[in-house]
């Protein structure tokens, strides 16, 4: 039995540590010894090694927990303190509004007139020449503090500022963009908050830029005279433009369009109308030009009725008179007919051009209509292709049309009247050669009955 045990122990021992095998018994008894005491003492290490560490452990939890006991203690020192403050803080916001009084209604009061101030001054040209003013006048209608003594002097000033800018006349250097939008240097010369002109062109303000623009688009000749010669004035009184919405009504009326595009804007039958017109407004004074020729001559022509003579229509209807006397009793009926057919001869030339102006005055309302037509069709075309009724998408169809229909009306007016005076004039010089004939023919009857 001891030696089955002892054999198992040394098979046990041998695969761990590796040693040397035993000799005998003894001496793996005296191993198994030695071994017993390095793992006696090895384990004495470990707990005293142990126990140490546990020591430590223990006292850093302790230091641990006074130190936490301590952060609650200040914890709780912290929250009566603020308390302690909030305390003060309301003792002292109470003492604050019984102090400010009707103060607080004054500083509301303040904020509300910066807050109107402020929308007059973003758009105003002024601001161009002021442009710090702004920022201060909207961070103070915007602010909740009780404005300061410097405040409210700087805001009284700047109200005042305003008010006396108002009414000058000034000239400064700045600053302008161009309507290509590049800055350049420019002599700029402002009327109150009304209008700038600079170089003889009217200048609009930019709130964004905070800065003057050369107007893309100018309004009418009068108007840059009148900025040419607020330009050019040095003293005195001159006659200028102030637009009292501050520049909005000058940008409107420069974007109204001129002659030229109006009349572009009526399509080609506009264009067929005025051409027409024209040729009957030339013809017209043309043919005025020859009958007032023709009546100044028939008039001396009748001082001299004896004498015909060849640049007029009655010298040439008496020179064609040239019957025989003893023979003209009998040939009565053939001069009548003579002189019939020289006035007849005579008649085109005084009635021509009559008959192309009655056409133009009935052709031109016609032609407007037409272009009264185009007009609504192009109006509905923008409709359709819009898919709603904006007047703006509206409003070339429309012009075109009350174009079309205004140049048919404009030029049937005026040679109507012209066709009517023109007629009269024809119908004055056709009578007189009528008299002249019909006294010259009794004339000779009655001479000859007498013979």
Same mark, same amino acid.
């Given at each position: 039995?001891?030696?089955?045990?002892?054999?198992?122990?040394?098979?046990?021992?041998?695969?761990?540590?590796?040693?040397?095998?035993?000799?005998?018994?003894?001496?793996?008894?005296?191993?198994?010894?030695?071994?017993?005491?390095?793992?006696?003492?090895?384990?004495?290490?470990?707990?005293?090694?142990?126990?140490?560490?546990?020591?430590?452990?223990?006292?850093? #939890?302790?230091?641990?927990?006074?130190?936490?006991? @301590? &952060?609650?203690? =200040?914890?709780?020192?912290? *929250?009566?303190?603020? !308390? $302690?403050?909030?305390?003060?803080?309301?003792?002292?916001?109470?003492?604050?509004?019984?102090?400010?009084?009707?103060?607080?209604?004054?500083?509301?009061?303040?904020?509300?007139?910066?807050?109107?101030?402020?929308?007059?001054?973003?758009?105003?040209?002024?601001?161009?020449?002021?442009?710090?003013?702004?920022?201060?006048?909207?961070?103070?209608?915007?602010?909740?503090?009780?404005?300061?003594?410097?405040?409210?002097?700087?805001?009284?000033?700047?109200?005042?500022?305003?008010?006396?800018?108002?009414?000058?006349?000034?000239?400064?250097?700045?600053?302008? #963009?161009?309507?290509?939008?590049?800055?350049?240097? @420019? &002599?700029?010369? =402002?009327?109150?908050?009304? *209008?700038?002109?600079? !170089? $003889?062109?009217?200048?609009?303000?930019?709130?964004?830029?905070?800065?003057?623009?050369?107007?893309?688009?100018?309004?009418?000749?009068?108007?840059?005279?009148?900025?040419?010669?607020?330009?050019?004035?040095?003293?005195?009184?001159?006659?200028?433009?102030?637009?009292?919405?501050?520049?909005?009504?000058?940008?409107?009326?420069?974007?109204?369009?001129?002659?030229?595009?109006?009349?572009?804007?009526?399509?080609?039958?506009?264009?067929?109308?005025?051409?027409?017109?024209?040729?009957?407004?030339?013809?017209?004074?043309?043919?005025?030009?020859?009958?007032?020729?023709?009546?100044?001559?028939?008039?001396?022509?009748?001082?001299?009725?004896?004498?015909?003579?060849?640049?007029?229509?009655?010298?040439?209807?008496?020179?064609?008179?040239?019957?025989?006397?003893?023979?003209?009793?009998?040939?009565?009926?053939?001069?009548?007919?003579?002189?019939?057919?020289?006035?007849?001869?005579?008649?085109?030339?005084?009635?021509?051009?009559?008959?192309?102006?009655?056409?133009?005055?009935?052709?031109?309302?016609?032609?407007?209509?037409?272009?009264?037509?185009?007009?609504?069709?192009?109006?509905?075309?923008?409709?359709?292709?819009?898919?709603?009724?904006?007047?703006?998408?509206?409003?070339?169809?429309?012009?075109?049309?009350?174009?079309?229909?205004?140049?048919?009306?404009?030029?049937?007016?005026?040679?109507?009247?012209?066709?009517?005076?023109?007629?009269?004039?024809?119908?004055?010089?056709?009578?007189?050669?009528?008299?002249?004939?019909?006294?010259?023919?009794?004339?000779?009857?009655?001479?000859?009955?007498?013979?």
């Amino acid at each position: 039995m001891c030696a089955a045990l002892a054999a198992a122990i040394m098979v046990t021992f041998i695969p761990l540590s590796g040693w040397a095998a035993p000799v005998d018994l003894n001496k793996l008894l005296e191993q198994t010894r030695d071994t017993r005491q390095t793992e006696a003492k090895a384990n004495l290490a470990r707990e005293k090694r142990f126990m140490s560490e546990r020591d430590k452990q223990a006292s850093l #939890l302790a230091d641990i927990r006074k130190q936490l006991g @301590a &952060e609650r203690n =200040r914890g709780v020192e912290l *929250s009566t303190e603020f !308390d $302690g403050n909030e305390e003060a803080l309301t003792e002292l916001q109470v003492e604050l509004d019984g102090r400010s009084g009707n103060l607080g209604e004054m500083f509301g009061v303040v904020r509300q007139v910066a807050n109107d101030f402020s929308s007059v001054i973003r758009g105003s040209i002024i601001t161009a020449q002021y442009p710090d003013r702004e920022a201060f006048i909207v961070g103070l209608s915007e602010t909740r503090l009780l404005p300061s003594i410097g405040d409210l002097e700087r805001f009284w000033f700047e109200l005042q500022r305003e008010m006396t800018e108002t009414g000058n006349v000034v000239r400064y250097d700045t600053q302008v #963009l161009t309507p290509a939008g590049t800055p350049t240097a @420019a &002599e700029v010369i =402002r009327v109150g908050p009304f *209008s700038a002109v600079t !170089d $003889g062109q009217y200048l609009q303000y930019l709130p964004s830029q905070k800065q003057l623009a050369i107007m893309a688009r100018q309004p009418g000749g009068h108007f840059q005279d009148a900025a040419k010669a607020l330009e050019e004035a040095r003293e005195g009184y001159v006659k200028t433009v102030a637009d009292p919405t501050r520049g909005v009504l000058l940008s409107i009326y420069a974007q109204r369009p001129t002659f030229l595009e109006r009349i572009h804007r009526g399509e080609a039958v506009g264009y067929v109308i005025i051409a027409v017109g024209l040729i009957g407004a030339v013809l017209a004074l043309y043919q005025f030009g020859y009958l007032t020729m023709v009546r100044a001559k028939v008039k001396r022509q009748l001082k001299t009725i004896d004498t015909p003579m060849q640049d007029n229509p009655l010298g040439r209807v008496l020179a064609s008179f040239k019957g025989d006397a003893r023979q003209l009793e009998e040939d009565a009926e053939v001069a009548e007919l003579r002189l019939s057919e020289a006035v007849l001869k005579e008649t085109p030339k005084l009635e021509r051009f009559q008959p192309f102006l009655r056409l133009a005055v009935a052709a031109g309302p016609l032609l407007g209509l037409i272009g009264t037509v185009m007009g609504m069709i192009i109006t509905f075309q923008s409709i359709t292709e819009s898919g709603s009724s904006d007047p703006k998408l509206m409003a070339n169809g429309i012009s075109a049309a009350m174009i079309a229909t205004l140049l048919g009306l404009g030029i049937a007016v005026p040679l109507l009247f012209a066709n009517a005076w023109l007629a009269s004039l024809s119908r004055a010089v056709t009578q007189i050669l009528d008299e002249q004939c019909t006294g010259l023919l009794a004339e000779r009857l009655e001479g000859q009955h007498h013979a």
